[in-house]
Antibody, heavy 122, light 106 residues
Framework: QVQLVESGGGVVQPGRSLRLSCAAS????????MHWVRQAPGKGLEWVAF????????YYADSVKGRFTIYRDNSKNTLYLQMNSLKPEDTAVYYC???????????????WGQGTMVTVSS | EIVMTQSPATLSVSPGERATLSCRAS??????LAWYQQKPGQAPRLLIY???TRATGIPARFSGSGSGTEFTLTISSLQSEDFAVYYC????????FGQGTKVEIK
């Protein structure tokens, strides 16, 4: 079935780097814009980053701008999040999410992965 | 930056009763709003997009309304599986979420 599967989470020290992956299956990955969304323990959802369907446009939340990079490999149906200079406040479950294809002005997230936990701690 | 404010933070409702959740945008977002449901340990699930259109497979007891800055999610008759946290999200320019409303059993 249509799904997204994240991987790459773990425990990392402050200042170090980590790369998350999100493998897509059973849909045409290259047609969809994609996002990363995170959720700190016991907190709400925070949008993190966006990439257009072809990777030419990317945007970031102010909290991660300059430290995180979102990119994709459409030949591998995979989305990535490169996280550098990690801080304790980056500790969260990280979800990848797909923008659905409705009208061009609709940008809701119709498919979500199960999430991968990132813990930044010394 | 558009700020999304949800109220109440917690809503206590008995099964079978109606639940009304509110979401306010700090500036007009037309109908560029989605609602999501999240249960403990699970990823969010899309309920509503375009402020009032139910996503595929979402029961008719869920309905969304509003435009501009004021939005409402109504669950007409709460079922046991509806007790969860609900988030609104705008996509007017960017993708900001509200802080969530927890619907708990009264």
């Amino acid at each position: 079935q249509v799904q997204l599967v994240e991987s790459g989470g773990g425990v990392v020290q402050p200042g170090r780097s980590l790369r998350l992956s999100c493998a897509a299956s059973e849909f045409t990955f290259s047609h969809h814009a994609m996002h990363w969304v995170r959720q700190a323990p016991g907190k709400g959802l925070e949008w993190v980053a966006f990439t257009s369907h072809d990777g030419t446009n990317t945007y970031y939340a102010d909290s991660v701008k300059g430290r995180f990079t979102i990119y994709r490999d459409n030949s591998k149906n995979t989305l990535y999040l490169q996280m550098n200079s990690l801080k304790p406040e980056d500790t969260a479950v990280y979800y990848c999410a797909r923008e659905g294809l409705w009208r061009p002005d609709i940008h809701a997230f119709d498919i979500w992965g199960q999430g991968t936990m990132v813990t930044v701690s010394s | 930056e558009i700020v999304m404010t949800q109220s109440p933070a917690t809503l206590s409702v008995s099964p079978g009763e109606r639940a009304t959740l509110s979401c306010r945008a700090s500036q007009s977002i037309s109908s560029n709003l989605a609602w999501y449901q999240q249960k403990p340990g699970q990823a969010p699930r899309l309920l509503i997009y375009g402020a009032s259109t139910r996503a595929t497979g979402i029961p008719a007891r869920f309905s969304g309304s509003g435009s501009g800055t004021e939005f409402t999610l109504t669950i007409s008759s709460l079922q046991s599986e509806d007790f969860a946290v609900y988030y609104c999200q705008h996509y007017n320019n960017w993708r900001t979420f509200g802080q969530g409303t927890k619907v708990e059993i009264k």
